[in-house]
């Protein structure tokens, strides 16, 4: 067997046997003030983190973020940049064995009203350098931390 049809059969052997990386969305949201929001939540074994999910099939990327915040927050998202582009791989901080390709946002949004849904415990809108005192699930630490080291967020590509 060459090489291309080795690698053909271990692929097709693996996703037949383990499921595929699921892509998300999630976003860290600015409000008008500058704070930013993080919602505790039991799935990250209740670190603190940001609002985000599955991306639907034949869903784009935008709508299943503002689906999401919808969702989960109530918000309404105003403005989208792009952020980094992460992988969570059976990450010790998600309750169950998980393979996450993380698509990360910065957002901005007018209102700082919050309706939770059963996917979080709590909420806080803090100064986003006091959020790195918080535990925090490390998609979310590194995302706050890009997010710091690019000022002016004009300066990202919006999506």
């Known amino acids: 067997m ?40 039991h799935k990250w074994r209740d670190t603190w983190g940001v609002p985000g999910g599955k991306i639907g099939y034949g869903e784009t990327i935008r709508a299943a973020l503002q689906r999401e915040f919808l969702e989960e927050t109530g918000l309404t998202l105003d403005k989208i940049y792009w952020g980094p582009v992460q992988e969570a791989v059976r990450s010790p901080e998600f309750y169950r064995d998980a393979h996450f390709i993380l698509l990360n946002f910065i957002v901005l ?34 995302l706050l931390q890009f997010y710091l080291a690019h000022q002016p967020l004009e300066q990202l590509l919006c999506l």
Do not use: C
């Open 2 to 41: 060459g090489t291309f049809a080795a690698a053909r059969t271990a692929y097709a052997k693996a996703v037949t046997t383990h499921p595929t990386p699921l892509a998300t969305v999630g976003a860290l949201v600015r409000a008008p003030d500058s704070r930013v929001l993080l919602v505790q939540t």
């Open 109 to 142: 949004t007018a209102h700082t009203q919050v309706s939770l849904n059963d996917e979080a415990q709590a909420h806080v809108w803090i100064p986003p350098e006091d959020a790195l005192t918080m535990n925090l699930n490390t998609p979310t630490r590194r």
